[in-house]
T-cell receptor
Framework: DGGITQSPKYLFRKEGQNVTLSCEQN?????MYWYRQDPGQGLRLIYY???????QKGDIAEGYSVSREKKESFPLTVTSAQKNPTAFYLC??????????FGSGTRLTVV | GQQVMQIPQYQHVQEGEDFTTYCNSS?????IQWYKQRPGGHPVFLIQ?????EVKKQKRLTFQFGEAKKNSSLHITATQTTDVGTYFC???????????FGKGTKLTVNP
């Protein structure tokens, strides 16, 4: 079955630590996206990539980094510069002008 | 940046009552998409509207796109407990493929 897989489902980060969230898709979609969801805030775009080896900042990119070395993969690193990283992180992919397919998300908590 | 305003933020209904959520924009939208997110889940694509005045139905759900393409609505007839979740509208920003999401309407249904 085609789909988009995020791992891990739950992640705990210590103060000052970098963590990487995985996102893999086998839908052959060109575009991939990372959103952050906080209660009452809706979905806010962190980074997006429309083609391999290229990506753009979204509305809240500070404290995050991404790479797009393969079409199937778009990992997100939450760096120590992100002061309030506790949130639900959603990865999505799409074809050009198409609807988004979302992964099941990663819940990140700072401990 | 451009953003769709979604109202109401919360809606609580008795099972069997109707429900409507609205999205409004100050600018003309090229298209609008609707997503549903169940509690603890991820957003799932429902529909895309493109044409002025377009109306689409999915069983008890009716989606409308305004004549001026500045607003859209989702109406659920005779709600059921399975309708519980948060409904988001989203619009394509600028010439890119990235979606900008409204803050969502959280629907709860009392059985």
């Amino acid at each position: 079955d085609g789909g988009i897989t995020q791992s891990p489902k739950y992640l705990f980060r210590k103060e000052g630590q970098n963590v990487t969230l995985s996102c893999e898709q086998n839908l052959n979609h060109d575009a991939m996206y990372w959103y952050r969801q906080d209660p009452g805030q809706g979905l806010r775009l962190i980074y997006y990539s429309q083609i391999v080896n290229d990506f753009q900042k979204g509305d809240i990119a500070e404290g995050y980094s991404v790479s797009r070395e393969k079409k199937e993969s778009f990992p997100l690193t939450v760096t120590s510069a992100q002061k309030n990283p506790t949130a639900f992180y959603l990865c999505a992919s799409s074809i050009v002008a198409g609807s988004y397919t979302f992964g099941s998300g990663t819940r990140l908590t700072v401990v | 940046g451009q953003q769709v305003m979604q109202i109401p933020q919360y809606q609580h209904v008795q099972e069997g009552e109707d429900f409507t959520t609205y999205c409004n924009s100050s600018t003309t939208l090229s298209n609008i998409q609707w997503y549903k997110q169940r509690p603890g889940g991820h957003p799932v694509f429902l529909i895309q509207l493109v044409k002025s005045g377009e109306v689409k139905k999915q069983k008890r759900l009716t989606f409308q796109f305004g004549e001026a393409k500045k607003n859209s609505s989702l109406h659920i007839t005779a709600t059921q407990t399975t309708d519980v979740g948060t409904y988001f509208c989203a619009e394509t920003q600028g010439g890119s493929e990235k979606l900008v999401f409204g803050k969502g309407t959280k629907l709860t249904v009392n059985p």
